[in-house]
């Protein structure tokens, strides 16, 4: 079973899991820390974190067409090299700021810092600036055409293989790839419907989404989805009317039981 799953608990926030492959040095104005402990956040970090209300707005800033989507509690494997993980989430009501964390998938020591809207994150010595950051996701554009050029790169095929084979159908800006992905789910206003027994559904891109719990009398439930051997997203504590985001496609939470999470497509 993939990490994110065993970390998925009622209690915690969201989270991602995994091993770093390169580090990454956040610039700007925002705070950094390391975070040098032998395993993930505790359930009692985790809770309190969980515990706290998003105050919103649910986006700040624009998503341009070259930007690459950092899922919450997921994590990305960039062109430029290294990866990222979009940890935590913070807003006032007025604007928004997120926690990136190093690497593609969780390891212990990674560093990670939290940014604003407009800075500059390096990976692996290529730059992307931080052009949305919403409660479900947080868009990177590529400062240079080399990185754009390779985010946008057709795949060999567009036939799921698993694994790292699977790079161009899960990290990629291509619009061929992006709609075949999306021409996988539901149209736009139908229910997907993730059934709550660790039954993994699986899509042409490479998608797999599931179902880790559903607490019908707290109204929560926690869900994610793995891409090319990556936990790309992990929502946890959702309620219904969250806004949720898979290979590019916006659902809305819709309803809750203990037998399965349903989502409406909200986007087309």
């Not at 799953?5 to 705070?31: E, I, P």
């Not at 950094?32 to 032998?38: A, E």
């Not at 006032?92 to 810092?113: F, V």
């Not at 290529?126 to 080399?146: D, G, M, N, T, W």
Request: with cysteine; aromatic share 6%.
């Amino acid at each position: 079973m993939l990490r994110p799953a065993n970390r998925w608990r009622r209690t915690s926030g969201y989270g991602a899991a995994g091993v770093a492959l390169a580090l990454l040095v956040l610039t700007g104005c925002g705070s950094s820390s390391g975070d040098g402990g032998t395993g993930g956040p505790t359930a009692t970090d985790t809770a309190s974190k969980a515990a706290a209300k998003d105050e919103g707005p649910l986006c700040v800033g624009k998503a341009p067409a070259a930007g690459l989507h950092v899922l919450r509690g997921g994590g990305f494997r960039l062109p430029g090299g290294g990866g990222v993980q979009y940890t935590e989430a913070g807003a006032d009501g007025t604007t928004r700021t997120a926690t990136l964390r190093e690497g593609e998938k969780y390891e212990s020591g990674q560093k990670k810092q939290t940014v604003k809207l407009g800075e500059q994150v390096t990976a692996s010595g290529h730059a992307y600036a931080v052009r949305q950051i919403c409660a479900y996701r947080v868009v990177l554009e590529p400062k240079s055409a080399a990185d754009k050029s390779e985010a946008a790169a057709a795949p060999r095929s567009l036939k799921s293989a698993g694994g790292e084979a699977d790079n161009g159908l899960c990290f990629t800006t291509n619009p061929k790839v992006l709609a075949t992905a999306a021409n996988g789910f539901p149209a736009e206003g139908q229910d997907l419907s993730l059934l709550a027994n660790s039954t993994v559904q699986r899509f042409p891109t490479g998608q797999s989404l599931t179902v880790s719990y559903v607490d019908s009398d707290a109204g929560t439930a926690g869900f994610g989805a793995a891409c090319a051997g990556i936990p790309v997203a992990t929502y946890e504590d959702a309620r219904v009317g969250d806004t949720v985001e898979f290979a590019g496609v916006l659902f809305k939470v819709s309803k809750l039981t203990e037998e399965a999470v349903r989502l409406t497509r909200a986007s087309a």
